[in-house]
Structures are given as C-alpha cells and as structure tokens.
C-alpha cells in the first residue's frame, strides 16, 4: 500500500467541488485516511512549493494558496500515487483528458483545482508538512475492502 497527499487548492473550495472531487478517490477505491480543511499558514505554503522559489510563477502561485482554505487530504491504495495522478489530470485543465478532475471540472492552467504528490518521496515530506502530528492520519480497515482489491492476488 502506497500513501500520498492531495490538495485542493482555493478555486475548488470556492467553486464548491470538494465533495465530487473527493467522491472521485473514494469511488475509485483509495482510502482516506487525513482530512483538514484549513488557511494554511504562509510558511507552509511557501516550504510546500519551495522547488518553484526560482520561477516566475512561485510568488502567484504561493498567492493563490494562501488566498483562501485550501483541503489536504491524504489517501492509502496500492500504486496510490500514480492512481491519483490519473485521476487528477494534465496541468493544463484544458488538455486534460475528459474523466479527470481537471478535464471535467477546470479551464485554467494556473488554476487547476486540484496538487498531488508525484513521487514518494514528495508524499512523504509532503504528508509530514500537512499532516505532521501524530493523530493527524487515521489507519482504518474499511469492511469493503474486498470489494475494492483481490485481497488474496494484490494484498498479499
């Protein structure tokens, strides 16, 4: 099982998509396991994003973050993170193939709705910085896992 972070940014609280974005992992089958919807402090916008500190974009970008509430929530699956990356979409919500988040929901590059981990790398410093307290994740055993995985063939 595999664990990663997803954000949805300012635009999707906003335009009221966190509930049918949220029931896109779920109905996928990822389990969540963190939920916070919260003003994240300007640091920890700035440290999430600090790849970007060179660019151009970083300043907007850290802007538009820290504009409103901001949802981090963190799921478990098997392969979760490249699961979720499909889920999501391209970048561009315009490119984005019909089915994603962003190709159903979006029409902005710079306002795409939704941040996932890339990496486990990334999701592991990514889930420290939003979900650092120890009784901020939850593991769980959903009665349905079964329905969700062949629990003898992948689960083993």
Not at 62 to 70: A, D, H, L, Q
Not at 133 to 141: A, G, S, T, V
Request: aromatic share 8%; charged share 25%.
């Amino acid at each position: 099982m595999e664990r990663t972070l997803v954000l949805l940014k300012p635009d999707a609280v906003q335009r009221h998509l966190i509930g049918p974005i949220l029931t896109r992992f779920e109905q996928k089958g990822l389990k969540l396991v963190g939920l916070k919807l919260r003003c994240f402090p300007l640091e920890t916008i700035q440290q999430h994003y600090s790849d970007h500190a060179s660019k151009p974009f970083y300043r907007n970008l850290v802007g538009f973050m820290t504009s409103g509430p901001v949802v981090a929530m963190a799921f478990d699956g098997r392969d979760a993170i490249p699961v979720v990356r499909a889920l999501v979409g391209a970048t561009n919500a315009r490119e984005a193939a019909p089915g994603t988040i962003r190709g159903d929901f979006g029409m902005s590059f710079s306002n795409n709705m939704v941040h996932a981990s890339d990496s486990p790398g990334a999701a592991a410093k990514e889930l420290e910085l939003f979900f650092g307290e120890p009784d901020d994740l939850i593991d769980w055993e959903p009665v349905d896992l079964g329905w969700s995985y062949n629990i003898e063939e992948e689960l083993s």
